[in-house]
């Protein structure tokens, strides 16, 4: 009997520091971040791109639609800035597509990389070769030409997107051919990128 009520009190005993550590244990995990992103967006650290020249209602204007093709904007690119670079980042790029293009395969707008990791805005115009960022590179866009195309869908069409995307890299240059394709270069860029913000402007005529 005296065995039996002290095997109950070893077992009580045992139970109970079991229950502890769980209990511990689950307090640890309920204080641990879910992810990275999470910890992240509590901090108020996304990557994030911002284009004020789009920010009404998502129009992109006349100012930076192309000129030609029966387009009568003035091609210029606009100005972005971005903040909360990840860690690592040792170059940025930024894109400009259309999806909607009635191509088969969309419409690249514009191409520049190797952007130095110090940058953190581009100004309007800066894809038109004006201030563009020293060491920067202007890619082939689907007009055939280097540097910014605007937007410029088929007249009657309903108004296409038009993704502005930037890229932070953990490289520090793309060593690319000069008349490297827009696929080329986004096959580099997708390889090398630490994270991706965008930002999408609709225009139509």
Known sequence: MWKSGQNWRVAVAAAAIITGALAITAAKRADAPKSKARVEATQGKRFTLHAPDLASK?????????NGMGCTGQNISPYLHWINAPAGTK?????????????????????????????TELVAGAGNGKNAPSGSVQGRTDFGTKGYGGPCPPKGDK???????????KVDKLDLPG???AA??????NANKLATARVTGLYGR
Not at 96 to 116: C, E, F, L, R
Not at 159 to 169: C, I, K
Not at 184 to 189: A, E, F, R
């Open 58 to 66: 998502g129009r992109i204007t006349l100012a930076h639609a192309f």
């Open 91 to 119: 170059s940025f790029a930024v894109t400009a597509y259309d999806p909607d293009a009635p191509t088969g395969s969309g419409w690249w707008h514009w191409v520049m990389y190797n952007i130095p990791a110090t940058t």
């Open 179 to 181: 008349d490297a394709t």
């Open 159 to 169: 108004p296409h997107h038009y993704h502005f995307t930037l890229f932070a890299l």
């Open 184 to 189: 080329m270069v986004g096959y580099n860029l």
